[in-house]
């Protein structure tokens, strides 16, 4: 997990980098490259790993320290986390090679396939944090990335106004999970799903764990365009076609299922 999200970063800038001296074609190459080696990468862990209750933790550094909040950059890298990235990464490997042919007449092709690696880096830190910080700042990512590919035309009317009817609806959800992780923090004192999940098991039932998880089917309903606030998703079309099946098939529409698994301790505190 951990060297995928190294060698997307690695995408990122060294093929912008290879773009400047070699052109596109030879930066098309490395792209190729480096999104195949995170495909291959992610294999590993998937087929070796068959213990549920291995999870690995990484801690990088204390992000923010205010009097009792603190928040770290950490990852988990679990099943979860592998299965997962194994299939977001097998279609972006698909998408990527369509995307060369498809987008290699356009004079931004490098902003594109940025877009689209900046894409798959976020939704490698919703997968894989270990804190609801980390995870809303993955979860923003995507949505702002979603927005930078819907309006990639930008010279198109439609492809502008599709672009922000997207990130007006996701905001509305945004806000939710935002309140949502204000109340689990006052609630709980900590941002670790750890500590969050065994906190919740001590805490007598309250009717807060419904209005949470109400407030987190809001962002659920809001990021996978379910009825309600599904009208975002046939005009995210307007994007290149490449944007269209990325959005709607691997990454945004999902990421409300992740949301759903990363809570469900608060879910079935709700429920019971």
């Known amino acids: 997990m951990y060297a995928v999200m190294f060698s997307n970063m690695c995408d990122i800038f060294f093929t912008g980098f290879i773009f400047f001296f070699f052109g596109f074609a030879i930066s098309n ?120 590919l819907i309006s990639f035309w930008s010279t198109r009317v439609d492809a502008d106004l599709a672009a922000l009817k997207a990130i007006y609806t996701n905001k509305i959800g945004d806000l939710a999970m935002l309140l949502a992780i204000v109340f689990i923090f006052y609630e709980t004192n900590s941002f670790e799903f750890n500590i969050i999940e065994f906190s919740i098991q001590l805490i007598k039932y309250s009717s807060l764990f419904e209005y949470l998880c109400f407030l987190l089917s809001i962002a659920v309903i809001s990021k996978s365009a379910q009825f309600s606030m599904h009208l975002w998703l046939p005009d995210a079309m307007e994007g290149p076609t490449p944007v269209s099946a990325f959005i709607h098939a691997a990454t945004m529409v999902t990421a409300g299922i992740l949301l759903v698994i990363k809570f469900n301790f608060l879910f079935k505190v709700a429920v019971i």
Do not use: R
């Open 29 to 148: 190459f490395f792209t190729i490259y480096f999104v195949s080696l995170d495909f291959f990468l992610s294999i590993i862990p998937s087929v070796l790993e068959t213990d549920a209750s291995s999870d690995e933790y990484l801690f990088l550094y204390n992000w923010i320290e205010l009097g009792s909040i603190l928040i770290k950059i950490e990852f988990t890298n679990g099943n979860f986390s592998n299965y997962i990235g194994f299939i977001v990464l097998f279609i972006t490997l698909i998408i990527q090679f369509f995307s060369f042919t498809y987008m290699n007449h356009e004079k931004d092709e490098l902003k594109f396939q940025a877009f689209l690696s900046f894409f798959s880096v976020f939704m490698y830190i919703l997968l894989s944090s270990e804190n609801v910080v980390q995870f809303f700042a993955g979860w923003e990512g995507i949505g702002i990335c979603s927005y930078l």
